[in-house]
């Protein structure tokens, strides 16, 4: 048998662990595999002639929402041209095995849940009708098996095959499976308890990760700290390890519980060099009948206390999310939710909309909601019996200024001062979001940067020099070519005198072979200046300095 194991990222910057670890699984039974990588940005016939050029009798595709189309389209040929079997494993088609058989009949093969176990055992030869989590076809039946959970844990998918290709893209770690919490939105508590992997085999991992030529290691462990001690001891060791087996640069982002963390374990992320460390949070919804509805039990007071802890660390760069259209979750609602996360000062709020997936407890629920939904990839909501579809469109819009405005970090400042100019958070971005889409304009960074000069230029509350002078700030913070566009630019005598001075001082002097820009401020007597040495890793933004004119 001639196996090619196929993985279709999201971008090319990505590697998915899931055939690596299939690979090593059919190995360790004497099955050889071949792997072929692509991305949904190529073209289909790209990837399909690095298949066919493997020869393949067996096909198996790792399968998402984000690529099961490019999946049955080259899966679909692969059977056609090549008469080979194709076998679908992943997320995307562990829990509707039946609808995906009846409509596309060139599927053989659906490993559904973990699927290491069943495909070594399918590749050995072994009875496929007791093989758990292996669905098929036979004698013109369908034989539909539930979700396996591997009883064992997976081998280490970490060849030198795999090292070798990831040429700086982002590396992927799992140092334990499963989740302990069963939230309704979400697949992960459907894969049992959590198990932990091996704690030393896991600090080799990192070890050689953070060697392998990537800049960011992404944990994906569902709640990296369910096992407060075994998190607090990783953490501490790829602290220590920082600068000594851990090449300096190189970053580490868990997915964790901010409810789960304790003092002990706050004290000991204290110590991480800044930008070593980053921080994914869930929040979802501050509305307690919602949380209650997904299966979410939270004290929030605790939950939002130690997300402000971590922040006050100033060290983690700090990632927290909400859902839109959850149950119970009106504008309203949402509004206070909004409201309530982004006065934690995250340095990313992320607006999610509510995907209804395959497996999900929500999606089975979607008539008790009344819940209208998208039925392909990735089956976002359109409405349910809180927000209507028109309000849905306005959050859309919504997410997508807060997004450019806030979460790129271009603008914090200004979006610092105007948060002290308006009662309401929420309602000033909602605003500007309904101004961006009645004045469409050539999407540029000096065009955006525009829109919110004249947009909250033109507002009582709003003093615009102050307005103007944080756009500057935040302009030559953000742009490392230190250009301020014609608007935001002041014409001052003294601009030249100043930097002159500085010129003449050792401790301000300029840095030899490092561009430097400056700016007169119209709200005070100072001039701002940017050297363009290194950037802030939590940020991204540059040192300003200030001096008197």
Same mark, same amino acid.
């Given at each position: 048998?001639?196996?090619?194991?196929?993985?279709?990222?999201?971008?090319?910057?990505?590697?998915?662990?899931?055939?690596?670890?299939?690979?090593?699984?059919?190995?360790?039974?004497?099955?050889?595999?071949?792997?072929?990588?692509?991305?949904?940005?190529?073209?289909?016939?790209?990837?399909?002639?690095?298949?066919?050029?493997?020869?393949?009798?067996?096909?198996?595709?790792?399968?998402?929402?984000?690529? =099961?189309?490019?999946?049955?389209?080259?899966?679909?040929?692969?059977?056609?041209?090549?008469?080979?079997?194709?076998?679908?494993?992943?997320?995307?088609?562990?829990?509707?095995?039946?609808?995906?058989?009846?409509?596309?009949?060139?599927?053989?093969?659906?490993?559904?849940?973990?699927?290491?176990?069943?495909?070594?055992?399918?590749?050995?030869?072994?009875?496929?009708?007791?093989?758990?989590?292996?669905?098929?076809? *036979?004698?013109?039946?369908?034989?539909?098996?539930? !979700?396996?959970?591997?009883?064992?844990?997976?081998?280490?998918?970490?060849?030198?095959?795999?090292?070798?290709?990831?040429?700086? &893209?982002?590396?992927?770690?799992?140092?334990?499976?499963?989740?302990?919490?069963?939230?309704?939105?979400?697949?992960?508590?459907?894969?049992?308890?959590?198990?932990?992997?091996?704690?030393?085999?896991? =600090?080799?991992?990192?070890?050689?990760?953070?060697?392998?030529?990537?800049?960011?290691?992404?944990?994906?462990?569902?709640?990296?700290?369910?096992?407060? =001690? &075994?998190?607090?001891?990783?953490?501490?060791?790829?602290?220590?390890? /920082?600068?000594?087996?851990?090449?300096?640069?190189?970053?580490?982002?868990?997915?964790?519980?901010?409810?789960?963390?304790?003092?002990?374990?706050?004290?000991?992320?204290?110590?991480?060099? =800044?930008?070593?460390?980053?921080?994914?949070?869930?929040?979802?919804?501050?509305?307690?009948?919602?949380?209650?509805?997904?299966?979410?039990?939270?004290?929030?007071?605790?939950?939002?206390?130690?997300?402000?802890?971590?922040?006050?660390?100033?060290?983690?760069?700090?990632?927290?999310?909400?859902?839109?259209?959850? !149950? /119970?979750?009106?504008?309203?609602?949402?509004?206070?939710?909004?409201?309530?996360?982004?006065?934690? *000062?995250?340095?990313?709020?992320?607006?999610?909309?509510?995907?209804?997936?395959?497996?999900?407890?929500?999606?089975?629920?979607?008539?008790? /909601?009344?819940?209208?939904?998208?039925?392909?990839?990735?089956?976002?909501?359109?409405?349910? %019996?809180?927000?209507?579809?028109?309000?849905?469109?306005?959050?859309?819009?919504?997410?997508?200024?807060?997004?450019?405005?806030?979460?790129?970090?271009?603008?914090?400042?200004?979006?610092?001062?105007?948060?002290?100019?308006?009662?309401?958070?929420?309602?000033?971005?909602?605003?500007?979001?309904?101004?961006?889409?009645?004045? !469409?304009?050539?999407?540029?960074?000096?065009?955006?940067? &525009?829109?919110?000069?004249?947009?909250?230029?033109?507002?009582?509350?709003?003093?615009?020099?102050?307005?103007?002078?944080?756009?500057?700030?935040? &302009?030559?913070?953000?742009?490392?070519?230190?250009?301020?566009?014609?608007?935001?630019?002041?014409?001052?005598?003294?601009?030249?005198?100043?930097?002159?001075?500085?010129?003449?001082?050792?401790?301000?002097?300029?840095?030899?072979?490092?561009?430097?820009?400056?700016?007169?401020?119209?709200?005070?007597?100072?001039?701002?200046?940017?050297? /363009?040495?290194?950037?802030?890793?939590?940020? %991204?933004?540059?040192?300003?300095?200030?001096?008197?004119?």
């Amino acid at each position: 048998m001639r196996i090619v194991l196929c993985a279709i990222n999201s971008k090319f910057v990505h590697s998915t662990l899931a055939v690596w670890y299939l690979k090593a699984a059919a190995e360790q039974v004497g099955c050889e595999c071949a792997v072929v990588e692509g991305t949904i940005n190529e073209r289909a016939d790209e990837i399909y002639n690095r298949i066919a050029a493997c020869n393949p009798t067996l096909v198996a595709f790792s399968t998402y929402i984000w690529n =099961k189309d490019n999946v049955l389209q080259i899966a679909k040929r692969a059977k056609e041209s090549l008469n080979a079997e194709v076998l679908l494993g992943g997320p995307e088609v562990s829990y509707n095995q039946g609808e995906l058989f009846e409509k596309y009949g060139f599927i053989d093969y659906i490993i559904s849940g973990e699927g290491e176990e069943p495909f070594a055992k399918l590749c050995s030869g072994i009875d496929i009708e007791s093989i758990e989590g292996v669905s098929y076809k *036979k004698c013109g039946g369908v034989f539909i098996k539930p !979700p396996n959970i591997n009883k064992n844990l997976p081998p280490n998918p970490y060849s030198k095959e795999y090292l070798d290709g990831l040429n700086g &893209r982002i590396a992927y770690l799992e140092t334990s499976r499963g989740c302990p919490f069963s939230c309704s939105f979400c697949l992960s508590g459907r894969c049992g308890g959590v198990r932990f992997f091996n704690l030393e085999q896991s =600090k080799k991992n990192i070890i050689t990760l953070a060697n392998s030529g990537t800049q960011t290691v992404k944990l994906v462990d569902r709640t990296f700290n369910a096992n407060k =001690k &075994r998190a607090r001891e990783l953490f501490k060791f790829i602290i220590d390890q /920082y600068g000594v087996n851990i090449p300096k640069g190189v970053c580490f982002h868990f997915e964790i519980e901010g409810e789960l963390l304790d003092d002990e374990t706050i004290e000991v992320l204290s110590n991480a060099p =800044k930008g070593l460390i980053q921080f994914e949070i869930g929040l979802q919804s501050f509305n307690s009948k919602t949380l209650e509805a997904i299966n979410r039990k939270t004290n929030m007071e605790l939950l939002t206390e130690n997300i402000k802890k971590i922040i006050a660390l100033g060290n983690i760069h700090t990632h927290i999310d909400l859902i839109v259209g959850l !149950p /119970y979750e009106n504008m309203n609602s949402f509004k206070t939710s909004f409201e309530k996360a982004i006065a934690l *000062k995250p340095h990313m709020l992320q607006i999610g909309f509510l995907k209804l997936l395959h497996g999900a407890k929500i999606r089975e629920e979607s008539d008790t /909601y009344k819940t209208v939904f998208i039925d392909t990839p990735p089956y976002e909501i359109v409405s349910n %019996n809180c927000i209507s579809q028109k309000e849905m469109d306005e959050l859309h819009a919504f997410e997508d200024a807060f997004e450019k405005m806030y979460n790129s970090r271009r603008f914090a400042l200004t979006c610092s001062y105007l948060f002290g100019c308006f009662d309401s958070s929420f309602s000033m971005f909602f605003d500007f979001a309904k101004y961006l889409l009645e004045n !469409p304009t050539p999407n540029t960074l000096d065009d955006f940067t &525009r829109q919110i000069f004249e947009y909250f230029g033109r507002k009582e509350s709003v003093d615009k020099n102050s307005l103007r002078d944080a756009l500057a700030i935040d &302009r030559l913070a953000t742009n490392r070519m230190g250009a301020l566009p014609e608007f935001l630019k002041v014409r001052s005598l003294h601009l030249k005198k100043a930097l002159n001075m500085l010129e003449e001082n050792e401790s301000t002097k300029k840095p030899k072979n490092v561009k430097r820009a400056a700016t007169v401020l119209l709200t005070k007597n100072l001039l701002a200046y940017v050297d /363009y040495v290194e950037s802030d890793y939590i940020t %991204n933004r540059f040192l300003v300095k200030f001096t008197k004119l």
